[in-house]
């Protein structure tokens, strides 16, 4: 796709509609449809460019492959009080996760968690859509993602991991929820591919080459090289803790394991995601909200610029007054590919 200045303002319940209109032409379900043109509409609402429609043409790629099952049914297991267990069949995470949605509420009400281990299933989107709508019913929730290896480990010269992303939500009191979204790499993929979109050089120690040395172009990084993790041995150890999480205690494949194998152009990792919901209340503590408030305050006093998800809430804010920023080019090759 081509990126350019945008040029006008598109609704988003228009954008969403010619999303799902690309999904349906490319084999998913009517749920599978929704629930990832909702996604995708959201990411591009909010900011998260690289999230966003840019990720279209990689699920096309991986549905026309058949890579990826859009119409997967996933199998739920409720293990006990507190785990539950989903084999995504191949699908999407998202509907897989949706899926969950009473078995969830169930073990939150009976014992105030619930633990979700997911495999074999498809995340290719931002993780703040998965945490920040159980952070506005009070909840508190964590999630870890393991994907396609593409990223090296401190000191090494080959990939092990994914770019193993973490995003976590709470809910402050009087105020929107607080919302972190990161990888463990020192940037995402998805920046990274954009970076190289537009011939535009990296930072220094953003990743290596496929000979495993330092490199800032993003056409090496992508071409058999490798990102590293964030804050050096540090940020290595905190992606393998994703590893463990997202790819072993789910059942799921490590971030090494995956291959796209014979489905040439498909771009969704096979990953493994594991997801943590709490309830402070049922926890017995009632004032949790109001203490997130407290310490948000403090990190502005002392002197935080903007806490973790305030540009999101306002890129949200603007696309609601105005329509979503986007080049006309853009929207134009949005329609091409729903055949509209």
């Not at 990223?151 to 990939?159: L, T």
Request: net charge negative; aromatic share 6%; glycine share 10%.
């Amino acid at each position: 796709m081509t990126y350019e200045l945008p040029d006008l303002h598109v609704k988003f319940d228009d954008l969403k509609s010619i999303l799902a209109r690309i999904f349906l032409k490319h084999g998913t379900s009517a749920l599978v449809t929704d629930i990832l043109a909702e996604n995708c509409a959201g990411c591009e609402r909010d900011g998260a460019i690289s999230h966003g429609i840019f990720r279209i043409p990689g699920y096309m790629a991986s549905l026309d492959t058949g890579w990826v099952d859009g119409k997967a049914k996933p199998d739920i297991s409720v293990i006990s009080p507190s785990f539950i267990r989903i084999d995504a069949r191949n699908g999407f995470a998202q509907p897989s996760l949706a899926a969950a949605a009473d078995a969830i509420d169930d073990a939150i009400k009976e014992t105030g968690i619930a633990v979700v281990a997911t495999r074999n299933s498809h995340h290719f989107s931002a993780l703040w859509p998965d945490v920040e709508p159980f952070a506005r019913r009070g909840l508190m929730a964590i999630t870890f993602v393991n994907g396609l290896a593409n990223v090296v480990p401190h000191g090494g010269r080959a990939p092990v991991y994914g770019t193993n992303p973490i995003a976590f939500a709470t809910p402050v009191a009087g105020a929107n929820p607080l919302v972190v979204d990161q990888a463990t790499s020192v940037m995402a993929n998805g920046e990274v591919r954009l970076h190289a979109l537009a011939n535009r050089s990296l930072p220094e120690g953003t990743g290596v080459d496929h000979n495993g040395n330092p490199s800032t172009d993003p056409h090496a990084v992508l071409a058999g090289g490798a990102l590293n993790t964030f804050g050096g041995y540090k940020g290595s150890s905190i992606a393998l803790m994703v590893e463990l999480m997202a790819g072993a205690l789910t059942g799921g494949q490590l971030s090494f394991e995956n291959d796209f194998g014979d489905c040439i152009g498909a771009q969704t990792p096979k990953a493994g995601q594991l997801l943590i919901v709490i309830d402070p209340e049922r926890g017995g503590n009632s004032g949790f909200a109001e203490r997130v408030s407290v310490l948000c305050d403090r990190l502005i006093d002392a002197g935080q610029e903007r806490l973790p998800g305030a540009r999101r809430y306002e890129n949200r804010r603007q696309s609601s007054l105005f329509g979503i920023p986007m080049a006309e080019a853009k929207l134009l090759e949005l329609q091409t590919f729903a055949g509209s």
